[in-house]
């Protein structure tokens, strides 16, 4: 059975997510530049990805005086939110205590961020 598309940005166009919301509006040649700053990739490979992006609603295209240029469709906060949530809902049945509990117990998280989490929580506004 084939598997359904996720609404949700591969790893790669997550990559090619965070170059157009740094850039703005680029061509193909600055998004191959972006890229290729972090791993090799082939022009061909990421106007692919694009062309899936674009079906998936991820990015759009505009004509530009050499060519298209493309830009993110969705947020980064909505793009965030997004996996956050997927993460908490599939990893951590929904709990975000349980994901600081686990990033605890891991020792993930430096005593700078403890800290500033500490903060974060004492800053925020109580929920009723």
């Known amino acids: 059975m084939a598997r359904r598309a996720s609404k949700h940005p591969t790893d790669v ?3 090619i997510l965070h170059v ?8 193909l040649g600055q998004i191959c ?14 106007a692919t990805v694009l062309s899936v992006m674009l079906e998936k ?7 530009g005086s050499r060519g298209y240029l493309w830009s993110a469709r ?5 793009t965030t939110e997004g996996l956050v949530g997927r993460l908490l809902d599939r990893m951590f049945d929904g709990s975000a ?13 430096t005593d700078r961020e403890r800290e500033e989490i500490k903060r974060l929580l004492e800053s925020a506004p109580k929920k009723r």
Do not use: I
């Open 13 to 15: 166009e997550l990559e």
């Open 33 to 46: 530049d972006a890229v290729n700053e972090q791993r090799p990739f082939a022009k061909t490979t990421v």
């Open 57 to 63: 609603k991820l990015v759009k295209r505009s004509r």
């Open 20 to 27: 157009l919301w740094d850039l703005g509006p680029a061509s």
């Open 97 to 109: 205590q349980r994901l600081v509990a686990h990033l605890l117990e891991e020792k993930r998280l």
């Open 74 to 78: 969705v947020s980064r906060t909505a």
